[in-house]
């Protein structure tokens, strides 16, 4: 038996060598003796295991259980790792990360508080199905259950939120397990895995190099839908006179961006995105309707609303876009197009369920459709209502700056490519709303699970992956407050992102609702003890500025924007400014309020 | 101050008369009523290992899932083992569950049975001893065993379906049960028709005739 498991490694470490030296030279060079992958303990097959997989950045903090694996990466120059300053920063910066290479992103905390301080970045990271890795270091296996220091029962607690968890228990296999959890993260849904990694397995002496990563046989995603049920949906899309489509975040993490685009203008398709959907049809195209939900335009849910046929793609029809379900698109067939069968029908009955790539099943859909749907009224429809619906707002020389005009000062001032990151709130509202996305993996921000204080890792993530491109980051005071001590990882890597600071001393949105729900009692919502955040970023080495004048913010935000590294950009806005339109929750999208008196 | 945006108020817009059911159908002729609850069975081929029970638990419990009872037990091969769940849900809420548990890394198939699957559950009750005859007699009428007989308590084991077990124990009542253990129902397709599509292409795969 084991001679048979041996000769299984055997064939594995061949197959690994020949690619390892084709794809590193460098280091096949450097070694001089043996281009041969060798380890000696767990940690190192954990570690050969994120070479094997093309890893280039993990994002980590160090702490006792997780030492051994921090000390198999010391000598490997591979792999970049960026110390973190907490470990939420580190799986939000991976979540980034993960969302603009496709690839997983990597994480990295010891056991116990390292592991639960994870857990808000892998749940974010779930609701919004970003693929993440997250390694945790462990007790000795057998201290486990002993209530040992920092121990904590990392795989139960997780489990939740997590796509799959991991308990390696075997130094032998711990680099497969490692593989499996990464091939995992990425296939299919995207979606945080974890490895729990005990020290003793970690420190325990093992020559077994993994293998590629691989999955379980039976775990096989399909990539098109069936025929029959592609033909029947594209009947019902070309037989509608109202169609609509409805591209979500499946769509920019299927990189179907480009099918989605040219199938939307072959047949001439008004498009609405839901917002993790934002930036995978181009809102400045005369189709795009922008995105729809609570606080989505006016136009975008009034479509919504009435279209007679909704070909959603990549969504999972949260409460936030739907309203209430009785009242969403109460007249519409939906076509939805999902690779995760569970989400059909889930939220909302799917008419024509399609499982399958959101690429290819638009591609496919693209091949069965006949005439292009006679929606000539449809469309002069939707453009009536983009213009009873603008999306404009007033700049009263008695108020404060209004932070919608700081988030259309700084679009105008990056390229295309800049990419937007975001806290949660009403800020990230502003900046869903005033931006304008006009290509996928723009947007990165807290989705499903809202999570204030995402941004500014999420900026340090997306930075370290896209180094050439803009970073901008859209923040409130409550919400950077949250996470505000990662700007001294920036620093030190010199990451040169903009922090915007749309300032209102307060948690807005939590203030907007007591306004509108709670009698105006603003209990715990206003921030006026906040720091002077300019001050903060230059004691933590990053440059400050402050503003709270129109005629000062273009030069203010060029000023950020141009300085070579970390800068936060502190603008006091209107502190009685509020996000509209507005959905109240459960309610009917197409009765979205324009003003307070509405709701 | 807050003035928010232009455009027709809500009551001045046209709003769509249609509706969707709570469960989001679309209420139209074509679609019919609501999806009234039922009880059925799912049974699920597991990997035999630490953790899948909390994993399928756990499901069921986020997911808010109405569940009346789960059983787990190994197969004849020893990496897997069957789970098998009573449920009461709706069409949809059916599919849900059967959709999620699919998604679960170690949960190999999944299939709701037909109603004419079979199906089992065991009951061990334990009542007062002063009437043996009675007692005997009423365990024969469901052909049930006698597992511990003494002079204050009896053990009886009964063996049928949900709806025998729920009658047995009505019949028991009157020597007044002190303690009752319920497995919670077992089941397996009826007759050729596999449970899982998985032990299906197994056997394909794995069986080799012997001795021919």
Known sequence: ?599 | MSQGLDGPRPEARETPEGRRSPQGIRLDPKNGAEHEPRRTVISALVQHEPGVLSKVSGLVSRRQFNIESLTVGSTTNPETARITLVIEESTPGIRQVETQLEKLLPVISVRELNNDAVRRELVVLKVHGEKPDEVHAITEMYGGTILDAGPRTISVEITGDEQKIDDAIDAFAQFDIREIARTGQTALARGEEWTTHAEEERYERTTTVPNE
């Open chain 1, 1 to 599: 038996m084991s001679d048979h498991v041996s000769t299984v490694h055997t064939d594995e470490q061949t197959t690994t060598t020949t690619t390892t030296s084709s794809t590193a030279p460098a280091d096949a060079e450097s070694e001089g003796d043996s281009d041969a992958p060798t380890v000696t303990n767990g940690a190192e097959a954990v570690v050969a295991a994120l070479r094997n997989a093309g890893v280039e950045h993990l994002f980590g903090v160090q702490g006792g259980a997780i030492m051994p694996v921090y000390d198999a990466l010391y000598a490997e120059r591979g792999l970049t790792h960026v110390t973190m300053a907490h470990e939420q920063g580190a799986a939000h910066a991976a979540d980034a990360y993960g969302q603009l290479t496709g690839e997983p992103g990597v994480c990295m905390a010891t056991s116990g508080p390292g592991a639960t301080n994870l857990t808000t970045g892998l749940a974010d990271a779930d609701m919004d199905s970003d693929p993440v890795i997250a390694l945790t270091g462990q007790v000795p296996t057998g201290l486990v259950g002993h209530d040992a220091f920092q121990e904590t029962d990392t795989v139960g607690v997780t489990r939740p939120v997590t796509k799959s968890n991991y308990f390696a228990d075997d130094s032998e296999t711990v680099g497969d397990v490692v593989g499996e959890a990464y091939a995992l993260a990425r296939e299919g849904r995207p979606g945080p895995t974890l490895v729990d990694l005990p020290k003793d397995v970690t420190n325990g002496e093992t020559d077994s190099v993994p293998g590629d990563p691989t999955l379980p046989e039976y775990h096989d995603i399909p990539q098109t839908a069936e025929g029959s049920a592609v033909e029947e949906a594209a009947r019902a899309l070309s037989g509608a006179t109202r169609p609509l489509i409805l591209s979500g975040g499946g769509v920019v993490k299927g990189n179907a961006s480009e099918e989605l685009r040219e199938f939307a203008l072959e047949h001439r398709i008004p498009v609405v995105t839901t917002m993790p959907g934002i930036g995978s049809f181009p809102e400045d195209h005369e189709l795009a309707l922008e995105w729809a939900g609570m606080h989505g335009t006016g136009y975008a849910n009034m479509a919504i609303s009435h279209c007679d046929c909704l070909l959603a793609i990549g969504t999972r029809f949260d409460d936030r876009l739907t309203g209430g379900i009785e009242t969403f698109a109460p007249e519409a067939e939906i076509i939805h197009v999902d690779i995760d069968p569970s989400e059909i029908s889930k939220n909302v009955h799917a008419d024509y369920p399609l499982v399958g790539d959101a690429a290819r099943v638009i591609e496919q859909l693209q091949a069965a459709m006949g005439e292009e749907p006679s929606a000539h009224q449809w469309r002069e429809q939707c453009q009536t209502w983009k213009e009873a619906y603008p999306m404009t707002y007033a700049t009263p020389e008695d108020e404060p700056l209004k932070p919608q005009f700081v988030v259309e000062a700084m679009d105008e001032l990056t390229p295309d490519d800049a990419i937007v990151t975001t806290g949660v709130g009403q800020h990230q509202m502003w900046a869903a709303q005033y931006w304008t996305y006009t290509r996928p993996n723009a947007w990165i921000s807290s989705h499903g699970l809202g999570t204030m204080g995402y941004g500014l890792p999420a900026a340090i993530g997306a930075k370290v992956a896209a180094p050439d491109r803009d970073v901008v980051c859209f923040d409130g005071d409550g919400s950077l407050l949250m996470t505000i001590e990662e700007l001294s990882v920036a620093v030190r890597e010199g990451l040169d992102i903009t922090v915007i600071v749309l300032n209102n001393e307060a948690i807005g949105m939590v203030r907007q609702w007591q306004d509108a729900f709670f009698g105006q009692r603003r209990m715990a919502s206003e921030y006026p003890w906040g720091p002077d955040f300019a001050t903060l970023a230059e004691a933590f080495g990053a440059k400050g500025f402050t503003v709270r004048e129109y005629e000062n913010v273009p030069d203010t935000l060029e000023a950020a924007r141009e300085y070579d590294g970390p800068s936060v950009v502190d603008a006091f806005i209107d502190p009685e400014e509020n996000v509209y339109p507005m959905v109240s929750s459960g309610g009917n999208n197409a009765e979205f309020a324009l003003s307070e008196d509405q709701l």
